[in-house]
């Protein structure tokens, strides 16, 4: 592990994959994973709602050892909040972490940052763990702001939380220009962003927070290009889109560290 925190690698399955389907993946994937890959890399999966009380039986009577996750939640634990899921709700699923503020929730939904922050909160009040998503887009990558976007973001996300809730999070850098084009961001780039993430949480929160802190690259994540960004110093993780709903490649992801 050379010192760094222990990798998670999370599957964002999105819209995909009914709960038969769900069950099915997951039991491929956990017949792909070798004891190693457990001690090695965390590993979460992501479904839909509906998907996620049948997941957490299969993990649960084939003691598989993989967190459930979800894509998303409202921040109050119940109301008349119509086709909403509360944090609680997700909690009482064994739902361990919880992908909050995707640019697909920013770009289609409309959420903006101070949704994303009460978001996290939320998360953390039930136990859980978010995976803060941030992430510039093209044209922000093309005017040179990149930098001071994802700063930006991180710093509005994590506003209000003490070092010690930060220190147990998960930070999702995610350009949007890489998500589900198959354009890669290259490891040095990605990394370049990622220190920026840390060295934020140093500054606002200190050193303790940002050692530990965990930080994913997202976007195109495949079986090819998963060895270099994960040797890179600050990348401690993927969020895989696409290349998850295949168990065969995600279980290629997770292998990373047995290429080269
Ligand atoms: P892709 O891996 O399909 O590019 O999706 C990345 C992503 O958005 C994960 O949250």
Redesign the pocket.
């Given at each position: 592990m050379d010192g760094k925190r222990k990798p998670l690698i999370?599957a964002?399955w999105?819209m995909n994959h009914n709960h038969f389907e769900a069950i099915q993946a997951v039991q491929k994937l956990s017949y792909l994973l070798s004891a190693a890959d457990h001690e090695a890399v965390d590993v979460s999966v992501h479904p839909p709602f509906t998907d996620l009380r049948s997941v957490q039986t299969v993990l649960q009577s084939d003691e598989i050892p993989v967190l459930l996750g979800a894509q998303d939640c409202h921040w109050e634990a119940s109301g008349a909040f119509t086709g909403e899921v509360s944090p609680a709700m997700l909690a009482k699923l064994d739902v361990s972490h919880v992908?909050v503020g995707?640019?697909?929730r920013r770009q289609l939904f409309g959420e903006v940052d101070q949704v994303v922050n009460v978001k996290v909160k939320a998360v953390i009040a039930e136990g859980m763990t978010p995976i803060m998503?941030c992430g510039e887009s093209l044209e922000e990558r093309e005017a040179g702001t990149t930098d001071s976007r994802v700063a930006s973001q991180v710093r509005a996300g994590l506003a209000g939380l003490t070092p010690e809730q930060i220190s147990s999070m998960v930070i999702?850098y995610?350009p949007i220009w890489?998500?589900?084009?198959?354009k890669?961001a290259t490891p040095e780039d990605a990394q370049s962003v990622c220190a920026t993430i840390r060295r934020v949480v140093r500054e606002d929160s200190g050193t303790a927070a940002a050692d530990a802190v965990r930080i994913q690259y997202?976007?195109?994540?495949?079986p090819v290009s998963a060895p270099d960004l994960m040797r890179q110093p600050d990348i401690d993780g993927a969020?895989?889109?696409?290349?998850?709903l295949d168990p065969e490649e995600f279980a290629r992801i997770i292998a990373y560290r047995l290429v080269g």
């Amino acid at each position: 592990m050379d010192g760094k925190r222990k990798p998670l690698i999370s599957a964002n399955w999105k819209m995909n994959h009914n709960h038969f389907e769900a069950i099915q993946a997951v039991q491929k994937l956990s017949y792909l994973l070798s004891a190693a890959d457990h001690e090695a890399v965390d590993v979460s999966v992501h479904p839909p709602f509906t998907d996620l009380r049948s997941v957490q039986t299969v993990l649960q009577s084939d003691e598989i050892p993989v967190l459930l996750g979800a894509q998303d939640c409202h921040w109050e634990a119940s109301g008349a909040f119509t086709g909403e899921v509360s944090p609680a709700m997700l909690a009482k699923l064994d739902v361990s972490h919880v992908i909050v503020g995707h640019s697909e929730r920013r770009q289609l939904f409309g959420e903006v940052d101070q949704v994303v922050n009460v978001k996290v909160k939320a998360v953390i009040a039930e136990g859980m763990t978010p995976i803060m998503c941030c992430g510039e887009s093209l044209e922000e990558r093309e005017a040179g702001t990149t930098d001071s976007r994802v700063a930006s973001q991180v710093r509005a996300g994590l506003a209000g939380l003490t070092p010690e809730q930060i220190s147990s999070m998960v930070i999702a850098y995610e350009p949007i220009w890489a998500i589900g084009t198959g354009k890669v961001a290259t490891p040095e780039d990605a990394q370049s962003v990622c220190a920026t993430i840390r060295r934020v949480v140093r500054e606002d929160s200190g050193t303790a927070a940002a050692d530990a802190v965990r930080i994913q690259y997202g976007g195109s994540v495949k079986p090819v290009s998963a060895p270099d960004l994960m040797r890179q110093p600050d990348i401690d993780g993927a969020l895989v889109g696409g290349a998850s709903l295949d168990p065969e490649e995600f279980a290629r992801i997770i292998a990373y560290r047995l290429v080269g």
